[in-house]
């Protein structure tokens, strides 16, 4: 491997300085293998030849289990050598068809969420050909059912691509390259994961491993047969905490739970999970096609539907409503209309799904938490895309699931057996009621409307100073070990995902689990959001790490961040404002720094002021950067997050400061991403910040 990165960087030189750039995409850890174990920055072509000599010391020829260790990961930095050189001069050498290559900073922390609540239990690594097309097929297909995240290298790929299986990110099978140094891309995520989540320092080779071992579950599959090179990759995933799982008899010795020989292939897939000890939670829905968490990014083209239900051009609603005992018979589905069978393909059909449950426990606040898991549970069904909530859903389902005999029921199946088990401590009965038939739905859909409405004003009337407990969450500790949320009503969850009546949900559900109570009692300063049950909080679910937060400032101790969040907000001086950027913004800002660059300043349970992570509802929040100035202080964003906000956003500016369609005064990267030009767009707005006291 070394060899081959030598041989690489020979021909690159040929063609390039040695100033010439060195980069993967979107990412702010440079080459994270080498950053990560060697704690030196790679930026051009000469650093990257200079930094063969560490990679080189790291293969010494000691027969110690260390050194054994080390050569491996020193491997892995040779391999990353090698894909780097092909990123030189060429940002996009796989092109992602079907070839993935690098995983931006983004793709890394779209993870993880799914990862800290066990929706992805765990990742595992193909390498090399199947003994049949069919074998590779149902074994990623075994994985991908049980929601663990594949990447594959080598000949597997064109294996399941000849059977038709559908690849990508979206849908949690990658496909990394054929050659076996593109393994150093996985490699990469599983470090990255350290850097962003854990906050350990690069160059700290021991807390990388320890990160690795104690917190990524991650297994290796390697078809025989397995070369030398192949060996020596898998030291380097042993090191990590990763077991390597082979069918290879010659030249291999077993070593317990680490290096494991299984010779029958078919069984790779429990061999993994019970070495690397990955549990899986068992899903057992009656319906016709498979059920996973892998299924939940999976896109249904117009020519692959066999039907739509568009809440935007036809009746559709979604709906939980809290009844007696006495009204709701549990597990009855009942179909109001034709079924799915009596469409013509490619229609679009009024859908509207209505759950009844009743419990002791339950109540109504309830209810929309429960509307809003839908998303999730619809999209975990193979074939089947969901967008929306409320009355402005989309639903399509492929032809093959159709064909496979899915039909309206099916989706009855799928909401009473999710909502009874993640819900059982206070759903007592649930029943599922799915209607087509248009007269029905429109009427369904007015009694919907209605009960929409009550709850926006309830929720309106949910303010933090009108409520007596804010929540904790530290879901993300299993990944972030300090971190820990604050959720109150104005300030949901930076991962976007956590309100506060999910937080409160969350501990009716489970007493002693992730949320819990914090009564808001011992005022600080009311005005920077402090209280002295909030410090005590964070100091006791962060184990010490964190002794002080401010929940309305972002200079003053600012809350933590894990590295899932939604957003990234940071100061901008030359304005006196703050630039604010989503995960999905790939570009540049004002800053100087795109997404992965602006979060790489905080994450990790680092307080880092001047920097905030936190989620996309945030920002039309009164209590967003309220000690600063609030919303006014927004400068930049992009283009497609303004949109998104901009209703919200106005009103809130409208209230708190009487400007009308505030959006307008922000620039986006339609305007610029040069800090000069933003003040000249700011000034012609007349835009607040401008005006405001120095942030800085």
Request: net charge negative.
């Given at each position: ?118 929706d992805i239990p765990g990742f595992v690594v193909f390498i090399g050909s199947a003994p049949t097309d069919e074998e ?42 054929y050659d076996l140094w593109s393994v150093s891309h996985v490699v990469s995520v599983a470090i990255r994961a350290a ?502």
């Amino acid at each position: 491997m070394y060899r081959l990165a030598q041989e690489a960087l020979a021909d690159v030189s040929k063609r390039f300085a040695d100033s010439e750039p060195v980069a993967f995409p979107d990412t702010a850890y440079y080459l994270a293998c080498i950053y990560a174990m060697s704690g030196k920055k790679v930026t051009n072509l000469g650093e990257l030849k200079e930094i063969m000599e560490w990679i080189k010391s790291q293969m010494t020829r000691e027969n110690k289990t260390h050194d054994i260790f080390t050569s491996g990961v020193a491997t892995a930095c040779a391999a990353e050598v090698i894909e780097a050189c092909k990123y030189i001069g060429n940002p996009d050498p796989y092109g992602h068809d079907p070839l993935w290559g690098h995983c931006t900073d983004a793709e890394v922390r779209e993870l993880g969420v799914p990862l800290v609540t066990g929706d992805i239990p765990g990742f595992v690594v193909f390498i090399g050909s199947a003994p049949t097309d069919e074998e590779a097929l149902a074994l990623v297909k075994s994985y991908q059912s049980k929601s663990v995240f594949v990447f594959m290298v080598g000949g597997i790929i064109d294996q399941v691509k000849r059977l038709g299986m559908k690849t990508g990110f979206n849908v949690r099978v990658v496909p990394l390259g054929y050659d076996l140094w593109s393994v150093s891309h996985v490699v990469s995520v599983a470090i990255r994961a350290a850097l962003i989540f854990g906050a350990v320092q690069p160059g700290d080779y021991d807390g990388i491993r320890r990160y690795t071992f104690d917190r990524v579950n991650a297994a290796v599959n390697a078809f025989a047969p397995v070369d030398d090179m192949t060996v020596a990759c898998g030291a380097g995933a042993i090191s990590l905490g990763f077991p390597v799982i082979t069918n290879e008899t010659e030249n291999m010795w077993r070593v317990p739970k680490s290096l494991v020989i299984q010779e029958d292939t078919s069984k790779f897939v429990e061999t993994s999970l019970e070495a690397r000890g990955i549990k899986i939670k068992i899903t057992n829905i009656d319906i016709p096609v498979a059920f996973a968490n892998a299924f939940e990014g999976e896109i249904i083209r117009r020519g692959d539907m066999q039907f739509e239900a568009d809440g935007s051009r036809v009746d559709c609603l979604e709906l939980v409503r809290t009844r007696e005992a006495s009204e709701v018979e549990d597990h009855k589905i009942e179909v109001i209309g034709p079924d799915f069978d009596e469409f013509e393909v490619g229609s679009k059909i009024c859908l509207a799904t209505v759950v009844d449950v009743a419990g002791k426990k339950m109540q109504s606040d309830f209810e929309p938490v429960f509307e809003r898991k839908f998303h999730a549970y619809l999209n975990c069904i193979e074939g089947v895309m969901h967008t929306g909530q409320r009355d402005m859903i989309r639903i399509r389902v492929s032809k093959d699931t159709y064909e496979a005999g899915f039909r309206a029921r099916h989706f009855g199946e799928v909401l009473y057996a999710k909502i009874k088990s993640e819900f059982d401590v206070v759903v007592d009965k649930c029943q599922v009621t799915i209607v087509t038939d248009p007269a029905k739905v429109a009427e369904l859909r007015q009694e919907a409307n209605v009960i929409y409405d009550k709850r926006d004003e309830r929720l309106l009337s949910l303010t933090d100073e009108t409520v007596n407990e804010f929540y904790t969450c530290i879901m993300c500790q299993s990944f972030s070990p300090s971190h820990v949320c604050i959720v109150t009503p104005e300030r949901l969850g930076l991962c976007g995902a956590v309100s506060w009546l999910d937080a409160k949900a969350t501990h009716e559900l489970d007493p002693s689990g992730p949320c819990q109570v914090v009564e808001k009692t011992g005022v600080i300063d009311e005005e920077i959001g402090k209280w002295e049950t909030v410090n005590d909080a964070v100091r006791q679910y962060s184990q010490g790490a964190l002794e002080v937060v401010s929940l309305y400032s972002i200079m003053e101790d600012p809350m933590t961040s894990c590295g899932c969040f939604e957003c990234i907000c940071g100061i901008e001086p030359f304005s006196n404002g703050v630039v604010i950027v989503n995960r999905e913004h790939a570009g540049m800002t004002p800053l100087g720094m795109n997404f992965s660059e602006m979060a790489s300043m905080t994450g990790g349970g680092v307080q880092t002021p001047g920097f905030m992570g936190h989620g996309k509802h945030f920002i039309a929040s009164k209590k967003f950067m309220k000690a600063e100035g609030g919303v006014q202080r927004i400068v930049w964003m992009p283009k497609a997050l303004k949109d998104q906000v901009a209703e919200k956003l106005n009103a809130t500016a409208l209230e708190l400061y009487g400007i009308e369609n505030f959006t307008d005064m922000i620039a986006d990267e339609t305007v610029t991403e040069d800090p000069e030009a933003l003040v000249e767009f700011l000034s012609e707005k007349g835009h607040p910040a401008l005006a405001l006291d120095p942030l800085m």
